[in-house]
Structures are given as C-alpha cells and as structure tokens.
C-alpha cells in the first residue's frame, strides 16, 4: 500500500520544495504551505531516510486518513493498532541515527476533550510512549475530506531546526528559506561563492548540502557572527571549505571573480538602521560588482524591500533577473536575483 506524507513549508518555499521531493512519490495536492505526497510503496527505512533528508520542508508527516464520521472512532482497536505500527516503524527504522522520540503529543482542536485524552492514553498504551504536554512525537488529528486524518511527524523536532545551529543571532536565517535560497542560486562544485554578510553562515552551510564550491568565501564585520559560524559549519560536518573573514565587506580587498555572491544585509526593525542601510546596500551592490565574475548571479534578501527596489533601480551594474517573496512568523523577507550586465 503506497504511503501518504504531508509536507509543512513556508510560505514563498513551496516551489523548491516540490522540486526538491521530485522523485520521491507522487505530489497529490498542493497549498501555499502544504503539500501531500503519495510514496510508491509502504513505508520503510529507505522512504523515511529521505524524507528525514529533506532541506526546503519545515516538518514530514506520515498521514493516516480514517473514514469515520467523528475522532470518537479513532479509539477503534484496529485504528489505535494501525497507528502504534506506524509509530514502530517511526522508531525502528534504520539507517541510524534513529530517532530517539520520548512521548506522546496531540495537537488538535479538542485535544483537551475526553475522548481525545483516551485516545492519547490508548495509542500510548499501545505504542509505549507516554504522552507528555512537551511530547516529542507530534500527532495531529483533523478532518479530511473522506474522514479523520492522524499525521504523524516523522521527526523528534521539526526538520527545520537544524541539529548543527546551536547558537541563537539575531537575524539569523530560517534554515528552509537558506535552502531554498540556495536551490535558486544554482550553486555547484564548478562555481564560486561569496556572501557578503553571512552572520552565523547559514546560507553558505545549506550550500554545502547541495553541493561544495570550489571557492567559497563568507566575510562578516562582526567577529562573534564569525566565530559562531565556524562553530555551525563544523557541527554541520559537511564536505567543503569555506574561508570565514572578519571584514567590511564593503571595505574588504581580497581576490574577486566570483560567479555566484549571496548577501542577507541588515534590515531595521531588527538589526541596522533604516537609515543607514540605503547606504550599505549601495555599497554592497557596488562592491558585489567588483568581486564578480562575467555574467555573476547575486542573490540579495532583504526585509527592506522599498529601500532594494530603490537601490537596485540607481545603479546599472546589476540587472534584476527574479523575485521570490517568503513568509515566516510575520516577517516577510524577499529575494532579489540580479545579474551583472555585460560591458
Ligand atoms: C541579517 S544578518 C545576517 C544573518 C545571516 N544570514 C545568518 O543566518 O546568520 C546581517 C549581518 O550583516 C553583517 N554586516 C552588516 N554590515 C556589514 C558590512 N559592512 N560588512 C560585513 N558584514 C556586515 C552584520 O554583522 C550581520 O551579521
């Protein structure tokens, strides 16, 4: 029996996540946040490596669809033992690490109610797995259009908490907008990559797992950025060098060329000031185009997305070549492809 996997992704992700789960099953149904996959098969420990593998995507479900009229009859015998076997499989599956999931969690309108308390209780009798207010295995209940849907969230945390960032910046990228970034920037080992404010290097570690370039260079003016992201980039243990420079970017002389150049500058209501930052971002516009190689491709995010449009308007060295909007948690950062004109 094939399996059925529900994707969570940000909004402004969906299209790369779809490309990135290509291959992977059928894409069944599609929304601005979700996407519902239909495996070729049962699940197993090859399906579930790769969806554990995922880069775009903020959590993988595995979904259950019961065709009962209401979650009172998830508390079925068949139904509860259906879904403890799902939960085996959660936790046995090799290739290790295997997930390590503690207890149960429901997340559901109701879930205080009675009856979904005893279901919690069951499915944990069953499964073995205590169900705890911070349960790490995560159940969602809701209706589907043929029943009641149980999705059960493949991973302890969600996928986009990455393991290797264990430490907190403000500003900091989400770690599925960095890999959706990365997959537009069209990165591999034949190009060169430079950002010109990687913070605690985000873009430049997503890269990695894509691909490693054969230069690859992060410059950061704030020495704290720069030693957390070398930090993140050993824990991320991933093939690849990356030379971590404590500079002004826009100050900074170092050898260019460079084909692909990413930068996530400042924005101000969190980090730098509106104010100061047109200047910044002509200065980073400028000082891109120095550093590039023939036909560059730069990739500019920013919050401040009046102050980039103007920016990019009164300067003629780069020409825009795509837009991408992203959403998280009411920010709404967006992504400026330019590319250098020719002389
Ligand atoms: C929004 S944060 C980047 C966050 C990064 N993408 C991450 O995930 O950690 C902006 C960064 O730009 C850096 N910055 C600001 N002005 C700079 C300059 N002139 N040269 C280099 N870095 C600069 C700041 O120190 C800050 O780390």
Known sequence: ????????????CLADACDEVAGLGDITAKADTELCLSLPGP??????????????????YVAITF??????????????????????????????????????????AGADSPEMVRFLQELGEACGLPPEEEGDLLLRVRRAPAGWQVLLRITPRPLATRPWRSENYPGALNGTIAASIM????????????????????????????AAPKRCVGIDLNPAAIQIAQLHQRQA?????????????????????????????????????????????AALLQKAADLAAPNALFGVLSHEVKRTQRVIADQNRWEQVGEQRYFQKGHHPRLFRLRLRGN
């Open 1 to 12: 029996m094939s399996a059925k996997v529900v994707l969570e992704v940000l909004s402004g």
């Open 43 to 60: 699940l197993d420990a090859v399906s579930l490596a790769k969806l554990r593998a995922l880069r775009t995507v903020v959590a993988a």
């Open 237 to 281: 243990k991933r093939k690849g060098r990356i030379e971590w420079l404590c500079s002004d970017s826009t100050q900074i002389d170092i050898e260019g060329g460079f084909d692909r150049i990413v930068c996530n500058p400042p924005w101000g209501t969190l980090v730098g000031e509106h104010e100061t930052n047109a200047d910044l971002y």
């Open 67 to 108: 065709p009962v009229q209401r979650p009172r009859e998830l508390l079925a015998t068949q139904r509860i033992n259906q879904l403890a076997e799902t939960i085996a499989t959660l936790r046995t599956s090799k290739p290790r690490p295997r997930p390590n999931f503690t207890s149960l969690r429901l997340s559901a």
């Open 183 to 210: 997959r537009r920037m069209a990165v591999g080992e034949e190009n060169s990559l430079l950002d010109l404010t990687c913070g605690t290097g985000t873009l430049l570690i997503e890269q990695l797992h894509l």
